[in-house]
Nanobody, 127 residues
Framework: QVQLVESGGGSVQPGGSLRLSCAAS????????IGWFRQAPGKEREGVAS????????TYADSVKGRFTISQDYAKNTLYLQMNSLKPEDTAMYYC????????????????????WGQGTQVTVSS
């Protein structure tokens, strides 16, 4: 059992920055991969960024490369997503997710492999 709680969402102007946090609790040692997903109204949930706990390898969606950074604070058991140069198309509900099973490199940003989810935090980018 893993519990995930997101925070840090809000409204920001285009070009601005936000840092999302995901506090993890429970059996966090079972996590193989943790990541961030987002879902805009009327759209499918998509992977944004992920990090493998074993080796720290990170994966980013093409749409956020160079702008977003995923990181972990092991002491605080917290996952972060630093979002810079935000665009209106980044507007979505952002979810933290954890996978307890193995994920191949090509599935790291797919929702199917993740079995624990947070409640989400809203990010709105508008002028």
């Amino acid at each position: 059992q893993v519990q995930l709680v997101e925070s840090g969402g809000g409204s920001v102007q285009p070009g601005g920055s936000l840092r999302l946090s995901c506090a993890a609790s429970g059996n966090t040692y079972s996590n193989y991969c943790i990541g961030w997903f987002r879902q805009a109204p009327g759209k499918e949930r998509e992977g944004v960024a992920s990090i493998r706990t074993g080796d720290g390898s990170t994966t980013y969606a093409d749409s956020v490369k160079g702008r977003f950074t995923i990181s972990q604070d092991y002491a605080k058991n917290t996952l972060y997503l630093q979002m810079n140069s935000l665009k209106p198309e980044d507007t979505a509900m952002y979810y933290c997710a954890a996978a307890t099973g193995y994920l191949s490199w090509w599935s790291l940003l797919l929702t199917s492999g993740y079995n624990y989810w947070g409640q989400g935090t809203q990010v709105t980018v508008s002028s």
